[in-house]
């Protein structure tokens, strides 16, 4: 935050004397300093400390500590393994990877891990229920952490009543029902893709919705319950198919006439597939918001984050497997792989309502661990002043943030009721990717730049200069889109193509290293920090640079949608709360920082 910041207002600016909102004459004078307030607030980098004190009473009652690492493994678990690995499986084989799935499951397993290390740093260090908001305000400031958390919000949201009513046709599988329209009920006179009222999807998050409610140790014991028998749906689908399949289909296609061998597309095709098969990781990021209910930080959230990766890395590995010796990757069915290999099998039909009924429960799974995560996001938004502070309410005898918990379950329910939402499970918003981004390139300026709770300061008390790592930053940024740019535009198989990409394979590197020999750290978590400073995290910037570059156009129009309705917000309400806020608690008493001076 800036000097300025510390200045008592005029009552007549709309100051705390009286609220930007208090009357219209209050608001209007409060938009005509619209400009000046974005200048002193939208930067404003709020202190670890602050956000686990003064910010976080803002919610009343405090969140119950009652997570350990086996509750945030299966948290983990249940948000990664949702329905859509049943999709994305068998795309990759089929269009990408051929039976090098397998590879491709390991490489996408390795570049989820390295983002999860990003984010258990913060976690651990400020273990707070807003995760990658929170993460983002301490470093960048208010409106990047906005910006992204609003973004992740609005994503959540629409993704979860598509996979709300995803739930209705999985179930009719399950039960040998399979057009999903016969579980909803027709409304004629509305439009299409809005006349279908799915009754199911909406019982379904309510309830959820309910339970997470009623308390977070109630919710993590369902979601293990569920999680458990989902994963044991998978084993039993990993057993069938290595029972049932032969050997030879890791290497000979169906058609003669197609490229054999493990790796059909080559090496290419592998990456290819790892960029689509890395989608399936998602889930592991609501972890992190848990952070303020664990009990013991520093122990339970990297096993936990890290742990789950692991093990659903091996699961996905050995499904890739298994589906891959049951047929040919060229005869793949590359939207229901997985039981379109058994429904042509004599006397083994049954074995896709198996299926239909594991990818039930790993919907319901993902959709809990979800809408934990995106009510403690909201939480926290509340609580830092850029939205109603009501949101941020925590109740006293649930130790849950009840209302943002029910804010949301409303309106996913209201989305799912009516709207035929056309986004597929495999499907990650743009919104996610870049959040993932952000926090890694967070986690560097942090260590490199800006103090943390609980760290030393191996190079004085000086705080550094900002500008070498924002451009170290900057420049590995556009590295790796030329990287991205080439592998998207340069035609395959030429010698230009492996020259382009090589070269920007050791820019990259090259920048990395110049970096870690010239500006020294100047901050070492004590607790635990990213091993392998700054290679991990910058890694994980190319990747999420790489992936957002794999997504197609509607996602990019979503995204600036979404985003240009984030900065309408942010001007002309959240930037004059939060100012309102922070003026309050200057005026009280309350001690502000910024990089430059604090009080």
């Known amino acids: ?28 004078r409060a938009l005509s300093q619209t400009p000046r307030r974005l200048a002193r607030r939208a930067c404003a980098a709020t202190a670890p400390e602050e956000e686990m004190s003064r910010v976080r009473a803002r919610s009343g009652a405090p969140m119950a500590r009652a997570l350990r690492w086996p509750d945030l493994v299966g948290l983990g678990l249940g948000g990664m393994v949702g ?46 229920a807003g995760g990658a908001f929170s993460y983002l305000r301490v470093t960048f400031g208010e409106f990047a952490a906005f910006l992204t958390g609003a973004n992740l919000i609005m994503e959540y949201v629409f993704s979860n009543a598509a996979v709300a009513r995803s739930f209705t046709a999985y179930m009719g599988t399950a039960v040998g029902v399979d057009a999903p329209s016969k579980w909803r009920i027709a409304v004629p006179g509305l439009p299409n893709g809005f006349n279908q009222v799915d009754l199911v999807a909406v019982g379904v998050i309510l309830l959820i919705s309910v339970c997470i409610c009623y308390s977070t ?39 003669p006439t197609h490229p054999g061998g493990f790796f059909p597309n080559g090496v290419g095709g592998v990456f290819s597939g790892a960029a689509m098969v890395y989608l399936s990781y998602i889930g592991y990021d609501a972890v992190s918001t848990m952070a303020e209910e664990v009990e013991r930080p520093a122990r339970d959230i990297p096993i936990g984050v890290s742990g789950s990766v692991i093990i659903v890395t091996v699961l996905y590995c050995l499904m890739a497997a298994s589906m891959s010796m049951l047929l040919p990757y060229d005869a793949i069915d590359t939207e229901a792989p997985f039981s379109g290999a058994f429904r042509g099998s004599d006397g083994w039909g049954w074995v896709s309502n198996v299926i239909g009924a594991g990818a039930s429960l790993g919907i319901l799974t993902s959709l809990m661990v979800a809408m934990l995560g995106q009510a403690r996001y909201l939480c926290v938004i509340g609580r830092s002043g850029v939205m109603p502070a009501w949101l941020a309410k925590v109740h006293p005898k649930t130790a849950t943030p009840v209302n943002a918990s029910a804010f949301l379950g409303l309106l996913t329910a209201a989305l799912a009721l009516f709207t035929e939402l056309d986004i597929l499970l495999n499907l990650v918003c743009i919104g996610t990717l870049f959040v993932f981004y952000m926090v890694s390139n967070a986690v560097v300026y942090r260590r490199y730049v800006v103090g943390a709770t609980g760290s030393s300061t191996e190079s004085g008390d000086r705080q550094p200069s900002a500008w070498p790592t924002l451009a170290f930053l900057l420049a590995f940024s556009l590295i790796a889109l030329s990287f991205t740019l080439v592998w998207k535009l340069a035609p395959e198989g030429g010698r230009t193509r492996v020259g382009l990409l090589s070269a920007c394979g050791a820019a990259a590197v090259a920048t990395v290293g110049a970096f870690q020999a010239l500006v020294p750290q100047a901050h070492t978590p004590e607790l635990w920090g990213v091993p392998g400073m700054p290679w991990v995290p910058a890694a994980s910037v190319f990747l999420n640079v790489f992936l957002l570059g794999s997504l197609d156009r509607p996602s990019y129009v979503r995204f600036g949608f979404f985003s240009a309705a984030a900065v309408l917000v ?7 709360a939060s100012y309102d806020a922070e003026e309050s608690a200057t005026l009280d008493g309350a001690k502000v920082q910024d990089e430059a001076c604090r009080v």
């Open 1 to 28: 935050m800036d000097k300025g910041a510390l200045m008592t207002p005029d009552s007549d600016q709309g100051g705390p004397d009286g609220g930007s909102f208090s009357s219209l004459r209050s608001y209007g």
């Open 83 to 128: 329905a859509g690995v049943f999709v994305t499986t068998g795309r990759a084989t089929r269009l990408h990877a051929g039976p090098g799935v397998v590879v491709s499951y390991a490489i996408a397993g390795l570049c989820a891990l390295l983002s999860a290390f990003c984010y258990t740093e913060f976690a651990v260090d400020m273990p707070v």
């Open 217 to 255: 140790k109630e919710s993590s014991k369902v979601n293990m319950v569920l999680t458990a028998v989902h994963v044991a749906f998978i084993l039993f689908i990993i057993v069938m198919g290595f029972w049932r399949g032969d050997a030879r289909n890791l290497t000979h296609p169906a058609d």
């Open 570 to 576: 942010y001007v002309l309400y959240s930037v004059h």
